[in-house]
């Protein structure tokens, strides 16, 4: 995979993380190195392992889908690209949380629905035959800043950047599914 394209891939991939840490951020108020830590880390490391989650469970149907893989790779990552920024664009409850989100089953539950998109994007790199550890590491390690800057803007601006940074990831990761449907086809 090359350089810019894996860096727009987990750029597309963090805004998730992103929105949320900013949305945590606002409902904390003051965001301790802890907090800072839990939140980063947990959400770093789903980001990390669901790609190679994702690959593993694509490495196994790869045989059979081959012959159509770019248009998976391009569904996959449209059907991903379209739904944040769909839920971007709708209704959100403004309803504050009044526990502490970087701890216990909520930390849990955040990295996980963070990175359920990862997955697929683990499954199309799979299908397009892309080793996954560089990358994996790669879109981890942008989750994680990305969490870290998202937290303490949120606790400054969050109501600003939250949702333009959704609707921003979603037009990356569908700009990169058409790409890779275009380099295919032109093929």
């Given at each position: ?59 196994s149907i790869v045989a059979w889908i081959a012959p159509f893989d770019h248009w ?116």
């Amino acid at each position: 995979m090359e350089p810019l394209t894996l860096i727009g891939v987990a750029i597309g991939l963090a805004m998730d993380a992103f929105a949320v840490a900013i949305g945590v951020g606002l409902t904390l108020g003051t965001v301790s190195l802890r907090q800072t830590f839990r939140l980063s880390y947990h959400f770093g490391l789903f980001q990390a392992l669901m790609p190679i989650a994702g690959w593993l469970a694509g490495r196994s149907i790869v045989a059979w889908i081959a012959p159509f893989d770019h248009w998976v790779a391009f569904a996959l990552l449209a059907a991903i690209g379209g739904k944040m920024i769909y839920e971007a664009l709708g209704e959100r409850d403004e309803e504050a949380q009044r526990k502490d989100p970087t701890k216990g089953a909520s930390l849990v539950v955040l990295s996980v629905a963070t990175s359920i998109d990862a997955l697929a994007v683990g499954l199309s790199l799979a299908l397009l035959g892309t080793a996954i550890w560089y990358p994996a590491l790669v879109i981890g390690i942008v989750a994680l800043v990305f969490t870290a800057v998202g937290l303490h803007l949120g606790r400054r601006f969050g109501a600003l950047l939250g949702r333009r940074m959704e609707i921003v990831g979603g037009l990356i990761l569908v700009a990169i599914g058409l790409r890779i449907l275009i380099d295919h086809l032109a093929s």
